[in-house]
């Protein structure tokens, strides 16, 4: 009896610790996951417009930005070169720097829409062709916004490291004297002379004794411009005040838009 009893008490002893040993094992306050709750993820500040601003781009990021990577910009139209095949080619410019926005989608009835002023946010890739820096492969939307640039005389950083800071922007130059750009003539027809009446204008002018080449980009001024007429008229020997895009082909060649006396 006593040997039965015995047993009957460690037996209880066993039960007893297996209990207490499955308690101190249970987790504390274990919440559901349906009870759980996911933090929204993060959109960005929104604009006045409500969408969101966190991909736009500063002047200063853009150009700090690698070759062939994405860019998105918010900027101005100040001129537009020409619209062809459903894509069009245009300078833009903000407070702090311009863009040229080469071969961009848009229909015929959007180019119309982009007079300049107009605001638009631009997402494309930013790429080089012989040292012009431009966006290509973009898609565009217009909001609201208006800017005009006004013309920054660049005249002084003309053959320094400086003038490629402005690239594609409003320039002027002051004071260029107007040289020959081969047998005696004023202006070429094409880059070679082997153009006619209606192909870009080249002709060359100087300051502090460095020559320089500028352009009437046919396609930006046609042969029925006041700046085409301008340049034809010109004499070699004339003192002329210009304006223009700061465009860049293996070094500066400004598009230029107005061509005036000195």
């Known amino acids: 009896m006593k040997k039965f009893l015995a047993v009957l008490m460690i037996f209880a002893v066993l039960l007893a610790f297996a209990a207490c040993s499955k ?64 894509k069009a080619t245009l300078y833009t410019q903000d407070e702090d720097g311009a863009y040229f926005l080469y071969n961009m989608p848009c229909t015929e009835e959007e180019y119309a829409l982009l007079v300049p002023g107009t605001k638009i946010r631009v997402s494309g890739f930013k ?72 192909d870009d204008l080249y002709f060359n002018v100087s300051s502090n004794g460095q020559t320089y080449t500028f352009t009437v980009e046919s396609y930006l001024c046609d042969k029925d411009s006041d700046v085409y007429a301008a340049v034809k008229a010109l004499n070699v020997g004339d003192v002329v005040d210009m304006e223009g895009f700061l465009y860049w082909y293996e070094g500066v060649n400004p598009h230029i838009t107005s061509v005036t006396a000195g």
């Open 23 to 86: 308690t101190e094992n249970k987790p504390a306050d274990v919440t559901p996951a349906s009870d759980v709750s996911t933090p929204a993820p993060d959109e960005g500040t929104p604009d006045e417009g409500g969408e969101t601003d966190s991909a736009v781009m500063s002047y200063a990021e853009y150009a700090a930005a690698d070759i062939d990577s994405a860019v998105t910009v918010e900027t101005y139209v100040q001129a537009k070169q020409s619209w062809w095949d459903n």
């Open 127 to 198: 790429s080089e062709w012989s040292g012009e820096v431009e966006i290509i492969d973009s898609q565009f939307e217009i909001i609201d916004g208006s800017f005009i640039a006004q013309p920054t005389d660049v005249t002084a950083l003309l053959g320094t490291d400086e003038l490629i800071d402005y690239q594609n922007r409003l320039v002027s130059f002051k004071g260029m004297t107007v040289e020959d750009s081969g047998d005696g003539a004023a202006f070429l027809y094409k880059w070679d002379g082997s153009g006619e009446d209606g």
